[in-house]
T-cell receptor, first 114, second 114 residues
Framework: NAGVTQTPKFRILKIGQSMTLQCAQD?????MYWYRQDPGMGLKLIYY???????DKGEVPNGYNVSRSTTEDFPLRLELAAPSQTSVYFC?????????????FGAGSRLTVL | AQTVTQSQPEMSVQEAETVTLSCTYD???????LFWYKQPPSRQMILVIR??????QNATENRFSVNFQKAAKSFSLKISDSQLGDAAMYFC???????????FGKGTKLTVNP
């Protein structure tokens, strides 16, 4: 049981390039999330999804796009990368949005934009 | 908007001693959940303990316990018999009931000295 798998673990981008961070979970969780963690800060929610075909903005969605075509996958796309998007990105999933349900996090993807 | 404040950027403790990490939060909601997450150098976010606001009893998980003061909006984490493996960043987090948006504090870096 792999849990939440993120790829790649590390990536360096040039300003203006685009890329997709992949996230997959094998726990049949309905809810999936993308967070970013800037140095010295807690995690901030970028986008989330409550099920296949449904996505919604979090606290810091600008510069990102997501899609949820299947229950398992929730890719995060960066268009026109900017230095401000240098961060560590975490994908997470949960069965529901009840506080009794624990989020399972991926190991993170460190992105540097130069 | 809800905010979570961790006033101690860094803390240190001697192995086998007890340490308390502070967290305060701001909310006007009555239905919410509070969490402590641990982030070791591996970056993996791990749930340490969870507290439902409607429960008066403080949550406990082995060596980890909380002091939940609802009126004061305080949610501190006590680690007893500290171990070297407890060294990590600790994040306090808040979730409004029915929401998908987990709000994190900036974290406290805990060092455990042998």
């Amino acid at each position: 049981n792999a849990g939440v798998t993120q790829t790649p673990k590390f990536r360096i981008l040039k300003i203006g390039q685009s890329m997709t961070l992949q996230c997959a979970q094998d726990m049949n969780h309905n809810y999936m999330y993308w967070y970013r963690q800037d140095p010295g800060m807690g995690l901030k929610l970028i986008y989330y999804s409550v099920g296949a075909g449904i996505t919604d903005k979090g606290e810091v969605p600008n510069g990102y796009n997501v899609s949820r075509s299947t229950t398992e996958d929730f890719p995060l796309r960066l268009e026109l990368a900017a230095p401000s998007q240098t961060s560590v990105y975490f994908c997470a999933s949960s069965y529901s949005n009840s506080g009794a349900n624990v989020l399972t996090f991926g190991a993170g993807s460190r992105l540097t934009v130069l | 908007a809800q905010t979570v404040t961790q006033s101690q950027p860094e803390m240190s403790v001697q192995e086998a001693e007890t340490v308390t990490l502070s967290c305060t939060y701001d909310t006007s909601e009555s239905d919410y959940y509070l969490f402590w997450y641990k982030q070791p150098p591996s970056r993996q976010m791990i749930l340490v303990i969870r507290q439902e606001a409607y429960k008066q009893q403080n949550a406990t998980e082995n060596r980890f316990s909380v002091n939940f003061q609802k009126a004061a909006k305080s949610f501190s984490l006590k680690i007893s018999d500290s171990q070297l493996g407890d060294a990590a960043m600790y994040f306090c987090a808040y979730l409004r009931g029915g929401s998908e948006k987990l709000v994190f504090g900036k974290g406290t870096k805990l060092t455990v000295n042998p």
